[in-house]
């Protein structure tokens, strides 16, 4: 198995006809995810590469009955794609979009809460997520990551590649690979996604890695310590990060004296998960936890 | 961002907070002919972006012109731990029978705007929450209905508001949410809320900081906050749509992707090396972006050294090291590079690189290595 994502996905794409969602899209599908129809108002009737435009997300639901929602629209059309998509019944809504203001967030994740309780959003602000040999959705970059043992959920991109990459070139593979994102008010938090890989089979080990500011990782912490019986190794970016900056992401900024990674390391810490102080470091935890070989190697 | 104290109180006037009539000024010719227009006593205040204003002399009540004239003349051009005042705000001053506080946040944690309330006002409010946590009312809002006035004057009798100013409070309140919300703030708060002895409710300071990406809907703020003490650099990246943050070290560094940025630094500090910058180049990293993200990184004359780690996913590693031959050739720099590729044709990379022979360019394979030499370097460098 493996979480969110595989063989029985159906994608469609808000914002398929643009640059960047038309690109990714196709790299999805020549992964082998089942894309069954993108969204664009006004373009409806047209294809991408002979995947089926609509001009809403009710006519897509009619017509290719997408089980998931990948949104690649500009900032300020975002939120309401992401509704559109809940409303028509879509389960899983993996949103891209960085930039979307974060009141706009608030509303998407308490209309969802309210109205649309069986849409799960991942993101926004994300790369979405990748479940080696089943499926792709985002901009994740497929070909180093193969189908093996452990799950990665990480707020940033590049560092989960950087983290991924180290255990795969020691001969292990992921379960899936979920990004949330780097925003104030994501979709899904650690503890959301930590709890599916917790019931997931395939998944033996759990890697975190999470950045400054908020929450989430210390919410995790708890969750871990009370709920999930899996190792989990950690990582915590921003150390030396100066509080009232944000550093790239928007939700990556230390308040005052809230939302340090050195809190978040102690909380980790305190509840018996293992943190490495460098990327390096994380892989060469999860390594010796996996027994130094590859438990399977498919 | 971050807006100053006179910034903030526009905004509240413009949502109907009660706020002291007052003029910003940059010299003290001009703060004179505002403290005669606003009539004695005057407070003048130093607008800059960092707390314990009135403790560093920055805040300053004048009785009469020559105090006005005298202030005026201490405060502009104070430095306040960093922070050059280059603007003030003469305000009438005000009468206070009560200091009170109101803030109005995004609480990250509950998804949900947070209303806080005390009648301890006037003083940190971080040492309320933590000595006297039962003076500070905490209110969740539900977003999709919004704070009701009558939940707010729950709010000001729950935190003890004297009951005559009870309505003046909510009012306060209702109004101070408004500001969060209309204006696309994260943070809105008044410190001291104060009631005065006519017991009228009226916000004495301002605290706001905005969402970046809610902008575009708000041109009219788009030139606020503290633009003359912004880092030069952050300002000219920020122009140049480059996620560049200053810090005060030595090594410049540049990387693809906001985390393994913030992951460079801190591996560059625990290798014994002070960054001197964040800079996410982002994804998909041409020449032209290399060259602008190079530029950037050595027009801080405090680098000795510059990391460049790039881990390519969609960024693609011969496009970095062929942007960065670019930018050699036009910049020159002086300084010597850590170059480490991996990811996406990360081999056709680091040959392109060796083939250039840069000068001073010198390759790692891992962040860590990476790490080690530019730290090498910086202090080989001084």
Redo the contacts between chains.
């Keep these: 198995m493996s979480v969110l994502i595989d063989e029985n996905t159906r994608l469609a794409v808000a914002g398929i006809t643009g640059r960047e969602g038309s690109f990714h899209t196709l790299n999805n599908r020549s992964y082998g995810t089942n894309v069954v129809g993108g969204v664009t108002p006004g373009k409806g009737g047209q294809d991408v590469e002979g995947i089926p435009v609509f001009d809403d997300w009710a006519q897509a639901m009619a017509s290719s009955q997408p089980n998931t929602a990948m949104i690649f629209v500009p900032p300020r059309f975002a939120a309401d794609a992401i509704l559109e998509a809940a409303r028509a019944g879509v389960e899983l809504v993996i949103a891209i979009t960085e930039g979307i203001p974060a009141h706009d967030e608030l509303r998407v994740y308490n209309t969802l809460a309210q109205d649309h309780p069986g849409t799960r959003l991942i993101g926004p602000n994300c790369p979405g997520i990748l479940s080696p040999g089943k499926a792709n959705v985002g901009i994740i970059p497929a070909s180093f990551f193969k189908q093996g043992n452990v799950g990665v959920v990480s707020r940033s991109g590049t560092l989960t590649y950087q983290i991924g990459n180290e255990i795969a070139q020691a001969g292990f593979g992921c379960s899936s690979i979920v990004g949330i994102g780097g925003d104030p008010v994501p979709g899904s938090s650690f503890v959301d996604i930590i709890e599916l890989f917790q019931s997931d089979d395939q998944t033996e080990l759990i890697v975190l890695s999470g950045e400054i500011g908020g929450s989430a990782e210390e919410e995790a912490a708890e969750f871990i310590a009370e709920s999930v019986s899996k190792p989990v190794v950690a990582y915590i970016a921003g150390f030396t990060a100066p509080a009232g900056k944000q550093m790239g992401h928007a939700g990556a900024i230390v308040s005052g004296s809230s939302g340090t990674a050195q809190a978040k390391a102690k909380a980790l810490e305190e509840r018996g998960v293992p943190v490495g102080r460098t990327p390096t470091e994380v892989a060469e935890i999860a390594i010796g936890i996996l027994g130094g070989a590859p438990a399977h190697s498919s | 961002m ?1 807006l100053l104290e006179y910034q903030g109180k526009q905004l509240f006037a413009r949502h109907g907070l009660e706020v002291s009539p007052g003029k910003a000024v940059t010299n003290v010719e001009d703060a004179v002919a505002a403290a005669n227009e606003i009539g004695y006593p005057v407070v003048v205040k130093a607008q800059v972006l960092i707390g314990g204003r009135g403790k560093a002399g920055g805040v300053k009540l004048a009785a009469d012109e020559a105090q006005a004239r005298q202030h005026a003349s201490d405060i502009l051009g104070l430095d306040i731990k960093g922070h050059l005042v280059r603007t003030v705000w003469i305000e009438h001053a005000s009468d206070i029978a009560s200091e009170y506080y109101a803030s109005v946040l ?1 609480d ?2 509950a ?3 947070l209303v806080m309330f005390s009648v301890e006002g006037g003083v940190d409010i ?1 040492e309320v929450a933590e000595q006297t946590p039962e003076k500070l009312i905490r209110h969740h809002v ?3 209905a919004g704070l009701s006035r009558a939940e707010a004057i729950q709010i000001a009798t729950d935190g003890g508001a004297d009951a005559d100013v009870v309505e003046g409070v909510a009012d306060a309140l209702v109004a101070l949410y408004e500001v969060w ?1 209309a204006e ?1 703030a ?1 943070l809105a708060e008044i410190n001291p809320l104060i009631v005065t002895p006519e017991r009228k409710v009226k916000a004495l300071d301002s605290k706001i900081s905005l ?4 902008l ?2 708000h041109p009219e703020n788009q030139d606020l906050s503290d633009r003359e003490n912004e880092d030069p650099i952050e300002r000219r990246a920020k122009e140049q749509g480059v ?1 560049y ?1 200053a ?1 005060d070290g030595d090594i410049g560094i540049l ?9 460079t ?3 560059v ?2 290798a014994g090396g002070s ?1 001197a910058n ?1 800079l ?1 180049a982002g ?1 998909g990293s041409d020449a032209a972006k290399v060259k602008q993200a190079v530029a950037l990184i050595l027009s801080n004359e405090a680098v000795k050294a510059v990391l460049f780690n790039i ?4 960024t693609r590693c011969d496009e970095v090291a062929n942007g960065l031959i670019a930018a050699f050739e036009e910049i020159k720099p002086s300084v010597p590079f850590v170059v480490r590729l ?3 044709n990360d081999v056709q990379g680091r040959e392109i690189l060796q083939q250039a022979a840069l000068p001073n360019v010198h390759s790692a394979r ?3 290595e990476a790490a080690e030499k530019v730290v090498a370097l910086a202090k080989g460098h001084s």
């Design positions: 971050d995004l990250r944690q998804k949900a705007p971080e539900d977003p999709l919300l696309d994260s969402d970046d990406n809610a575009y809907r996620q943050v810090l990387g693809n992707g906001a985390g393994l940025v913030m992951s630094l801190d591996v500090a625990q960054p964040f996410d994804g881990f390519g996913g969609i991996d990811g996406t891992t962040m860590n």
